[in-house]
């Protein structure tokens, strides 16, 4: 479970960031920033604040819903970056997703002296002084919640998304490569938020599935 421990290794407030989104063949990559200005908030933020890819889409969208109404009494500062499928297939999946993790820090409102980064990927140029944390979103409170902030942040762009384009299921598969997501590619070919620098999306263009 998560706790304050990078946190408190920092000696000043900072910021957690973590992305959602680097898999997907479609949509944008997503990126949340949180700080706590405040650690006193509702215990149940704290008891269930976790790696979100081990909580259920209802857990996280309830702590989501905590997450803005903490930051809503000046205890959290929130942040969301994205960078769009254009942006991948002109820079990579890695500089988007740097990308994006800059524009949610430069989108909290505050500024801090350091950034925890789940990972073990460094992003370069960042506005200030970036720790990474492996497996940080199951050790890190502010890592977890901006997990959760990235993770809820996309999946619903993705439902809007399904509804302008409905043949590829984003509203269940999130853009990843599905059966039901690969039939409405043989069927209706690509749209604009198809990442068209990977892979299976190169395949489909040139008709090789």
């Known amino acids: 479970m998560p706790d304050f421990k990078y ?32 650690r006193n908030v509702d215990k149940a933020l704290l008891d269930g604040l976790d790696d979100s890819k081990k909580l259920s889409a209802k857990k996280r969208e309830a702590l989501y819903e905590l997450l803005f109404e903490e930051q809503k009494k000046g205890k959290l500062a929130i942040g969301i970056g994205k960078a769009s499928s254009k942006e991948i297939d ?49 050790l890190s409170y502010s890592i977890s ?19 302008k384009y409905p043949w590829y299921a984003f509203e269940k598969n999130a853009g990843y490569g599905t059966a039901a997501h690969i039939a409405g590619l043989r069927e209706h070919g690509i749209c604009p938020e ?16």
């Open 90 to 138: 002109e820079m990579n999946i890695l500089q988007a997703t740097f990308l994006a993790m800059r524009r949610a820090y430069e989108a909290l409102g505050v500024t801090t002296e350091k950034a925890l980064v789940d990972g073990n990927q460094k992003p370069k140029n960042f506005p200030c002084t970036v720790q990474t944390v492996i497996k940080g979103d199951a």
């Open 145 to 163: 919640a901006a997990s959760i902030v990235a993770k809820v942040y996309r999946d619903r762009l993705m439902k809007e998304l399904a509804e």
């Open 7 to 38: 946190e408190d290794n920092s000696g000043t407030p900072v910021a957690g960031i973590d992305e959602a989104g680097r898999g997907p063949w479609a949509g944008p990559v997503a990126a949340g920033a949180v700080v706590f200005l405040d």
């Open 194 to 209: 198809h990442r068209c620098s990977y892979k299976p999306i190169q395949a489909i263009i040139n008709k090789a599935v």
